[in-house]
């Protein structure tokens, strides 16, 4: 009786503690999923979830989103289609929900963890997940078609007209110069240059080919060039305004081109770091009709890969730091050039 | 006594071997159950309370459809501007929809887009590409739905149509 009796309790006491693990893991893993950070969590992935939503929907341009809600307690990890909120592992108490993915807006995010700042932003066809997201807002959408290369094209320059002084403006023919200088630098061979103002001699020692900025008179050559880029300052009243304008020509049997090397050019100055101290409030590609504009451009530019660009404001006094920023000016805009065609 | 006899028999090391193990099977299968259900009640209860707008999560997704010039929106060329609310009558099928509501999973919302035009033949007489004024996308499965209208304009062949959009959810 007494062997009998000890293995009754024996096996009541292994019962009971069978029971009571089972009761403790119980216990233990509903206080984990019914924690009140639990509802937060699954509606921090849904919410997220949903701003990416409403950037897929936005109908273009760039959009930057601070997103204000606290999410420094978790790991967020988003791929293309899910949002996924942690604590202490993927697949331990995540938290996930989905949004509905495009074939042509790219997700590009890396797992944050206890981010104190989530930034979701759309550029051009990319939605970027960071806590600190660095991007330029004014960036344009470039046709992603491919071009043929300007590097053997006969490249025309021209630093600007003026209607009562003859002479180019010392800011736009020094900018010109800047780019020529960069051009012919890295890229394009000198003799594919002409300018609609008379060029120094080609000096062969220092490799330097230039615009004389001191010559008053226009230039007799007047070859038929393949690419043709002015250099203007803009003048607007309203002093918060310091914008790059690139006009091209409407309806011209290049403007898709034209269009291109513009947008190329403009987000390479955006790029450049060097302009990080100036402002610059905006860009835009403006097409003009050449026949109903009494503005004074260079010949033969209808059917040519033409942009004139109009830069800074000489009213404003962020215009007027823009525009003495001469290599910071002419380097984007080679970039543009030999960007163009890749 | 009554247990006892339920438990142990005269010789209760056999008891112990062959009628255990089978108490401890059901009690895990009931074990599991509760726990699952447990589970199931407890995610209900989350998603309960996190519960976003059915509307908002619509209004959200058909913007897409109508802002998007990856979607159905009107994209004029020369300018790239977007003109949200003008439906594109060109980009109006179904492998416009599948590339810009790119999903399969039927528990994300699944939409009919039904368009008709007292000004306009829909779909055109002149487009032998399209056969239909409807288009769906890759999750529409059919089942329960509710249905709203909205007024939008139609861009075909360089002309702007009045229109009307009827928003199919399934739900």
């Not at chain 1, 307690?73 to 331990?92: D, F, Q, W």
């Not at chain 1, 046709?143 to 290369?149: C, F, L, P, V």
């Not at chain 1, 300052?233 to 011209?252: E, L």
Request: aromatic share 8%; net charge neutral; proline share 4%.
């Amino acid at each position: 009786m007494k062997k009998r009796g000890a293995a009754l309790s024996m096996l009541l006491a292994s019962e009971v503690v069978a029971a009571a693990i089972i009761l403790l893991l119980l216990l233990n893993h509903a206080a984990r999923w019914s924690s009140t950070e639990r509802p937060y969590q699954a509606y921090l992935a849904k919410d997220m979830a949903l701003v990416i939503d409403s950037l897929y929907s936005s109908p273009g341009g760039n959009i930057l989103v601070n997103y204000t809600q606290n999410a420094s307690n978790y790991t967020v990890s988003i791929n293309n289609e899910n949002v996924l909120l942690y604590r202490k592992g993927p697949e331990i108490d995540d938290i996930s929900r989905k949004f509905v993915k495009t074939e042509t807006d790219k997700v590009i995010a890396k797992p944050l963890e206890k981010p104190n700042k989530i930034q979701f932003a759309k550029i051009d066809n990319k939605i970027i997940i960071d806590n600190q997201i660095r991007i330029n807002l004014n960036t344009l959408s470039c046709d992603k078609t491919e071009g043929e290369s300007l590097k053997d094209k006969k490249i025309l320059v021209d630093p600007g007209y003026e209607k009562d002084n003859i002479k180019p403006s010392n800011e736009t023919c020094s900018i010109a110069n800047s780019f020529i200088f960069k051009l012919t630098n890295v890229w394009v061979n000198y003799p594919n240059i002409f300018s609609t103002r008379n060029l120094h001699e080609y000096d062969e020692d220092e490799g330097i080919l230039s615009i004389n900025c001191n010559d008053p008179s226009k230039s007799d050559k007047s070859p038929e060039a393949d690419v043709i880029i002015s250099f203007r300052t803009g003048k607007d009243n309203d002093i918060t305004n310091n914008n790059i304008k690139a006009f091209i020509v409407s309806g011209s049997g290049k403007e898709k081109e034209s269009r291109k090397l513009a947008c190329l050019i403009l987000n390479f100055i955006l790029e450049n770091k060097a302009l990080d101290d100036t402002k610059i409030t905006g860009v835009s590609i403006v097409p003009f009709d050449v026949e109903a504009t009494d503005k004074d451009f260079p010949d033969g530019i209808k059917d040519k890969i033409f942009v004139m660009l109009e830069i800074g404001n000489t009213e404003s006094d962020d215009g007027k730091e823009l525009l003495k920023k001469i290599p910071e000016l002419g380097d984007p805009i080679s970039k543009g050039f030999i960007e163009y065609g890749k | 006594m009554e247990n006892k006899k339920i438990f142990f028999s005269k010789r209760g090391s056999g008891y112990i071997l062959g009628k255990k193990p089978m108490y401890f099977i059901i009690l895990l299968i009931c074990l599991t159950i509760s726990f699952i259900l447990f589970n199931f009640a407890i995610m209900k209860e989350i998603s309960s309370t996190t519960v976003i707008p059915d509307n908002l999560e619509m209004t959200i997704l058909v913007n897409r459809f109508l802002n998007s010039p990856d979607c159905l929106a009107y994209q004029d060329n020369e300018t790239g501007r977007t003109y949200s609310g003008v439906i594109d009558l060109e980009k109006f099928n179904n492998k416009t929809l599948e590339k810009c509501y790119s999903t399969e999973d039927g528990n994300l919302k699944a939409f009919k887009l039904t368009l008709e035009s007292s000004t306009l033949d829909i779909p055109p007489k002149d487009d032998s590409n399209m056969k239909r004024n409807f288009i769906l996308t890759p999750n529409w499965e059919a089942e329960r739905y509710t249905q709203t209208p909205q007024y939008v304009l139609i861009y075909y062949k360089e002309n702007f149509y009045r229109g009307k959009l009827l928003i199919t959810v399934q739900k």
